[in-house]
């Protein structure tokens, strides 16, 4: 094929979201600001080169809170903790910075507020992922999961008229309504969240590859396997008509293969990926003769989440000091 005929498609918008941006500025701060080691429970967003970035720079990453050093400082990742969380680094006395996205605390807060009104909550969302235990945890006894739509025929609740649905912040968009489309089939009380979970950043990246992707012999999504908003780009590309889709974390990964009589290329990334790697996709693809690149654009994003409280500086221009969890924030949230 020769050069003419090569072009890639790049989506924009693409990368870093709001509260990936805020999630990983923390954790640089905290090293800044305190030094090495700070220790960040869970991956703080998804991303493989992130974590071994910040790695480099002395953050550590643990599993649970009961790995740190008590009396250590802890970063929470952006995708939330539950309660349970917050009582374990209480007890051992850890100095905690909340990271956990706005979007994701805005459905934490929605748990809280059906449980507290008694309905059953029917939450769509992945088993495992670490945005559904924390959810989950706020109000255990009114959650129950439902991953997709064949899963709604098992789902039981104690009063039909007081059913609603909160779903985890990073699916795809079709899938997700057509899991609600079944509840309120079984469930025709089912109320809707206050305001949409499906964050509109994973929102906004999916209407951008679905712009593109009937044009795309090969769709290329930038992110990592534990990313579930990168894993929906792929599955959204090849719904929405692209020849093929797949997923890397770096430029290498690319199988020669996938280009053979390839012609147009589309590229995105995920939310939790610097564009330092989608910049290094062009660089490997121009080397291999698509050298013509045109920015597809959907949306602008604007939005920005100033720093958790624990890293701003207070008013008289000192950081504020990290204190142990109280009992009482311990339950309060972010």
């Known amino acids: ?125 992945h088993h495992g992922h670490e945005e559904v235990e924390g959810t989950s945890g706020e109000a255990p006894a009114h959650i129950q999961l439902v991953e997709t739509a064949a899963d709604v025929a098992g789902v039981t609740v104690r009063d039909p008229e007081k059913v609603v649905w909160l779903s985890q912040t990073t699916l795809s968009v079709d899938e997700t309504m057509e899991t609600v489309r079944a509840l309120r089939e079984r469930f025709p009380s089912l109320q809707n969240p206050p305001s949409d979970d499906i964050c509109y950043a994973t929102q906004n990246r999916q209407v951008a590859i679905k712009a593109m992707a009937a044009q795309c012999d090969l769709v290329l999504v930038v992110g990592s396997k534990n990313s579930s908003n990168s894993v929906r780009l792929v599955e959204v590309a090849l719904q929405a008509g692209a020849g093929a889709a797949y997923l890397i974390d770096y430029a290498r990964e690319i199988d020669e293969s996938w280009l053979d009589g390839v012609g147009t290329i589309g590229l995105t990334s995920g939310a939790s990926v610097p564009e330092v790697l989608v910049r290094g996709v062009l660089d490997h693809l121009a080397e291999r003769g698509w050298t013509s690149m045109e920015e597809v654009t959907t949306a602008e994003e604007t939005l920005t989440f100033s720093l958790p409280r624990e890293l701003r500086p207070a008013r008289s221009g000192q950081r504020l000091s990290l204190q142990p969890l109280s009992p009482q924030q311990s339950h309060a949230g972010r």
């Open 1 to 125: 094929m020769s050069g003419a005929d090569k072009r890639v498609l790049l989506a924009k918008p693409r990368g870093y979201c709001a509260g990936v941006d805020r999630a990983v500025e923390a954790v640089e701060q905290a090293l800044e600001q305190h030094g090495p080691p700070v220790y960040v429970r869970k991956q703080i967003v998804h991303n493989v080169h992130v974590v071994e970035t910040l790695s480099e720079r002395g953050a550590i990453f643990v599993d649970e809170a009961d790995e740190v050093p008590e009396g250590a400082l802890v970063v929470f990742s952006a995708h939330g903790v539950s309660p349970a969380v917050r009582d374990q680094a209480r007890r051992r006395e850890l100095r905690t910075i909340d990271a956990t996205c706005p979007l994701v605390t805005k459905v934490h807060q929605e748990a809280k507020r059906f449980a507290r009104e008694d309905y059953d909550i029917l939450l769509v969302g």
